[in-house]
């Protein structure tokens, strides 16, 4: 994995590190880092020397990067804003400081180059073209992002350069999915054209298809995924019931957290299918199914109407559920904030402490009491 940087300029020109530059991170008591920069310059010429070869195999024009060793004994102040963790580190200078985080073989640094001067989002006409994109680049999975402007979402995917294929249409709307055969997992969140994108629930989403990958929602999915409630929400005819989904995103994917609940449309080449595995027909299926994969082995819930899930979810009472019917401890603000609850707890306690106080003064007088009498 890798992470980027952006540096004061003042602090690139002291040490004159130009873009473009492979930067190998070492200090006086590192005994290898020498032999390590001979190595990465001796990778960097070997690419030089066999550069059209290169460009064939990726399908793409590669500028060769400069390399340059920097002693942080010497150069103190520019490490620490890298803050690498060991010597030797590399970082490559391409418009931002990317980090070189996996373990050091030739062909894998040349593979992370290549990405590094790829583009953090690419321009596509239509959909195909990205799919034949993917498989040139033998990726697994592309993302398709469709928004009014891109330049607020370069930053976002920054973290993801090299790793992911990014796809960008202009479009009046946000949506974002990602695609690995014909399975889809689309982003739940929808904004406005004046709204910017929550950046976290981004790298939530694209971390939960880049690691487990895409696959059609079964039993067998949510047991490797190792998950504590795992939940999903499917729309068979979305064209025709698109208001319904709208309202089931908005009562139900307020935030995609921790990848329990999952949200997929089915098409129509693909339903018969998908609820085969359900015990579904498709010529009966309803508008909407929850799959609930620990109720009984799995147990589905065909529902008619959007609201019926906001009644399933508040009916359900188990260890995994809270006191006030909000889906517990891993999908939070599903239908209420748990901290409701728990503001109602802490007002509770309060109100007993008073009692309990008022209570102990009333004894207190009436001891007082007695003993006059007594005396």
């Not at 890798?2 to 002291?14: K, T």
């Not at 949506?175 to 950046?199: G, M, T």
Request: aromatic letters at 12%; glycine letters at 2%.
């Amino acid at each position: 994995f890798f992470v980027y940087f952006s540096l004061p300029m003042f602090l690139l020109l002291s040490l004159q590190i130009e873009d473009n530059t492979i930067v190998v991170l070492g200090g006086k008591n590192c005994s290898n880092c020498e032999e390590f920069f001979q190595n990465i310059s001796n990778n960097l010429m070997e690419m030089e020397n066999h550069k059209v070869d290169y460009e064939a195999q990726y399908q793409q024009v590669i500028a060769i990067p400069k390399v340059q060793y920097v002693d942080c004994d010497e150069q103190q102040e520019f490490c620490s804003k890298l803050s690498p963790s060991k010597y030797p580190s590399i970082y490559y200078l391409h418009d931002f400081f990317y980090h070189f985080s996996l373990n050091y073989q030739e062909d894998v640094f040349q593979k992370w180059v290549v990405g590094m001067q790829r583009p953090v989002i690419f321009l596509t006409k239509d959909e195909l073209e990205l799919e034949n994109f993917r498989d040139q680049l033998k990726f697994s999975t592309y993302y398709l992002l469709k928004s009014p402007e891109i330049d607020d979402f370069e930053r976002v995917f920054s973290e993801f350069k090299g790793k992911i294929l990014v796809g960008w249409q202009q479009s009046e709307k946000f949506s974002l999915k990602a695609v690995r055969d014909e399975n889809e997992i689309r982003f739940p969140r929808h904004f406005e054209s004046d709204k910017l994108i929550i950046e976290k629930d981004i790298r939530a989403f694209v971390l939960k298809t880049k690691n487990h990958e895409i696959q059609l929602l079964n039993k067998k999915a949510f047991d490797e995924l190792h998950l504590e409630r795992p939940m999903a929400i499917i729309e068979l005819v979305p064209e025709k019931h698109h208001h319904l989904l709208q309202h089931v995103r908005k009562l139900i994917s307020k935030k995609l957290c921790n990848f329990n609940l999952f949200y997929q449309d089915v098409s129509d080449k693909r339903s018969v299918e998908f609820t085969a595995q359900f015990g579904v027909s498709a010529e009966t299926a309803p508008n909407l199914i929850i799959v609930d994969f620990q109720a009984q082995r799995h147990e589905v819930f065909q529902l008619e109407h959007a609201h019926q899930v906001h009644e399933y979810m508040k009916a359900v009472q188990d260890k995994w559920f809270e006191h006030d019917g909000t889906v517990a401890k891993r999908v939070e603000q599903v239908i209420n904030l748990s901290i409701k609850y728990k503001f109602a707890l802490v007002a509770t306690a309060a109100l007993l402490m008073l009692l309990l106080l008022c209570r102990g003064r009333k004894t207190v007088r009436r001891n007082d009491d007695v003993q006059k009498k007594v005396e």
